[in-house]
């Protein structure tokens, strides 16, 4: 089937087509079935791709490419063709998330075909979100860095167009500019980033530049400015610190949407873009190190802002940037295998956190976590599959979450300890303000008798694609921790090393088949950084699934309901902390102010311009000229306009009488006149 | 000899309706010798012996064409035409920019003196028919486009008048 | 005959075809003198093609698409003559100035 991986975007893609000018846009149209049949063909074939990865029947990577165009270039002082293929490159985590993706993608249509009933933009929706697959799809598989930057971008437009889906409101529509702004921010250091790949390799091709990596030719400094770049475009995308004022925003689209971008395609592009060029920033140190931090960084305000908000979806926005931390973090320390595991895991329970918001949302009518509670008996599906999602977010043991955040703190506790303890406390605070939110909003009494008593288990298009995530959010780090075959499908890319003849790009099974202790050490590690598979010491691990247990069961004891006297008491005790983090630690004040600065300095600038230079040397020259002009004046009016009269009016005459003869709107004149300066010109010519 | 015959009868029809055209007073009249100068330029056509060009010559010019024309001309025309001068006052100056560029032409059609034809005409309606679904496909179809085009435009020019004027 | 009878027999209509285009009041008349000059330009495509490319038959394919767009061309330009026709009620073409500046 892998020959036919090119499909995987197609198919999405055309079907958007289809969807969107194919039929009458009608709220009850059918059209959406056409783009969940696409995503299931799509699912089906990513599903035997990574069957044949899993069960190593395929080869990976798999690169085919094709001729896309050709053109003639200049570097480095030579001249030469450049082909520009077009092609797919196909290695294990990608064969791992094109089915994340494509299952994501198919829940939240399916989903969204019961949420998004009745919408007089319906058959829309569908094709935007077919269209936002298609990119990511097409990001996932691509092994050209052009074409994966037309993908980025093409899910820029479809964030902008998801996010803005009820442009009608002013909300929506300002959520909509900023993200695209924010991530445009962003994406100009990747633009800087290709071209600076592309200036030094000659080549768009991701194994091509990695050749060129492998090799040692790559200096340093290039290297690191073209990692920072990339890690910039990231950060935009998937809303690293402090680019992450947009997502949480992002929301004011319709929610199946922002579990799409929250869990499937748009942050994830971030990460896995950091993945797929994972050779550059292991070539910088410096640029790994900075990704770790930022990561870090990240993970802790998100994580922060995220125990103070009421705003349902608000919270599972910042719980999205911080567990994008946790990846970038565990991606800049080395641990590949973990971050893209994390990526995996978080896309199946964040899709299922937000699925069951949105479930609860359509049952309340509002986002308000102060107005909800009581819920677990009026909504018994969703509130068990919300359970399930917690569970897993907080890194419960036997949870999906708990196997990659597990291998995300072991990557840490060996590359820095006091990472390492931030990054704990991160994963408690996560745990609390999951908790937070799920005993605010399903457990004690309904706190609004009106929308309590009106709210309903939603209807089965809803439910059933929870049970599936859920079912995923449960099983899914077991399933694949289980044997080590997340080690297997997702191996770390090994660094490039001048010296050693050993560094290949192709992963290398026979690693993951090797014996613990072996693993722990293996013996032919070329690279620096070869603590892949690290683990925490055990009584460590114990200690932070205890803690984690602990941070919930603070959270019961503060939102248990039905009163909340310690939180209360908690809130009018730290009330500045709390407004640090209710305004989003000011970021948003600070780009604000950034803007308006820059507002300043121009004006200040202005007022040197209007009262300093031309005061001085504006206005002196000009009164210098002034008294020249006034003697230039004299003779002008009395010598010289008079002659320059004279020539103005004939002229004027002439004009006037060549237009009665000319502009008489006989067409034949014109004709005529046609006529003889063709004749005229076609003699010039043959002279 | 009997080439030559052809020809410069062929030739002295052609220029004599083609001047009767447009110099004519009566505008039917002028009509219908444009149907027989078209008819001309079919014979020359033949005498080349472009086969299929002096067949859609007559079908389209002088049977399509000339017969639309004199159509239109029945349409539009009045009685009181036939008393006015058909011709303007920029004749002079027209005669003068004919007279200029009949030289330019002649020194052009000069510089081919001499050049006779080696073979005899072959038949070309296979080979046009070839060609144009073969190389020129392309022009084939969008002129068969230009063609719709021109029958909507028509339609369309016809029919918003028609609605004021029953 | 050689080329150049046939190019000057061309030459001529078309110069006729320009004049009558250049003098006729009457608007259809220069739609008929515009025909007389769209048949030169095919006579000399039929001339040339049969005596400096002997056996091919490309200037009779693009004088047949000529003929084409002139059958177009004089269709719509019927259309629009009657057009304006019923607009300005006459056919004489200086009463035509909508342009007149």
Known sequence: MIEHAYLIPLIPLAASLLVLFGGKEDPHSPMPWVAIGAMAVCLGLSWTIFQGAASGALALPYERNWEWFSFATTLGGKSFIYAMPVGVLIDAPAAVLLVVVSLVSLMVQVYSVSYMHGDPRYKRYFAFVSFFTAAMLGLVVSSNLLVTFACWELMGLCSYLLIGFWFERPGPCEAQKKAFMTTKLGDSGLYVALLLLYAKTGSFQLSQIRLFFEHGYMPAAVATAAALGLLLGAAGKSAQAPLFIWLPDAMEGPTPGSALIHAATMVAAGILLVAKTYFVFLASPVAMEAAAWLGLLTAFLAAAMALVSYDIKRVLAFSTISQLGFMMCALGVGGFTAGLFHLTTHAFFKALLFLGAGSIIHAVHTNDMRLMGGLSKKMPVTFLTMLAAVLAIAGVPGFSGYYSKDMILGAVWEHNRLMFGLLAFTALMTAFYMFRLFFLTFWGEGRDHDRHHHAHESPGLITAPLLVLALLAVFSGFGLSRGHLVERLLPKPVAAHPAAETAQAAPRPEQSAAPEAARAHPADHAHPIHHQEAEMPAPLASAVVALVLGAIGLAFLLYRGPTYPIADLLKSRLRPAFALLDRRWYLDDVFLALAALSDRVAALAFWIDANVIDRVFVDGWGLLTRVFAEIGNALDVHLVDSAVDGVGGLAADLGAGLRALVVDGQVQVYLAYAAVFGLAAAMLLML | ?166 | MTLAHYLAVAALLFLVGLFGALTRRNIIGILMSIELMFNAANLNLAAFDRFLHPGGVAGQTLALFTITVAAAEVVVGLALLLAIYRGAGTVYVEDYNLLKG
């Not at chain 2, 000899?1 to 447009?22: N, Q, T």
């Not at chain 2, 190389?135 to 029919?159: N, T």
């Open chain 2, 1 to 166: 000899m009997l080439e030559a015959i052809v020809f410069w009868s062929l030739a002295g029809l052609v220029l004599l309706s083609a001047l009767a055209v447009v110099t004519l007073r009566n505008t039917v009249h002028s009509s219908l010798f444009l149907g027989l100068s078209l008819a001309g330029v079919a014979g020359l056509f033949a005498s080349l012996g472009a086969d299929f060009l002096f067949a859609a010559q007559i079908m389209v010019y002088v049977s399509g064409i000339a017969v639309l024309i004199l159509f239109a001309v029945m349409l539009l025309g009045r009685a009181s035409d036939l008393h006015l001068r058909q011709v303007n006052d920029l004749w002079p100056t027209a005669l003068l920019v004919c007279v200029v560029a009949g030289a330019g032409l002649f020194k052009v059609a000069a510089f081919f003196e001499g050049i006779v034809a080696l073979e005899p005409p072959a038949p070309g309606t296979r080979a046009i028919g070839r060609l144009m679904l073969g190389d020129c496909l392309l022009p084939f179809e969008l002129v068969s486009l230009a063609l719709l085009a021109a029958l909507i435009g028509a339609v369309f020019f016809c029919r918003s008048g028609g609605e004021e004027n029953p």
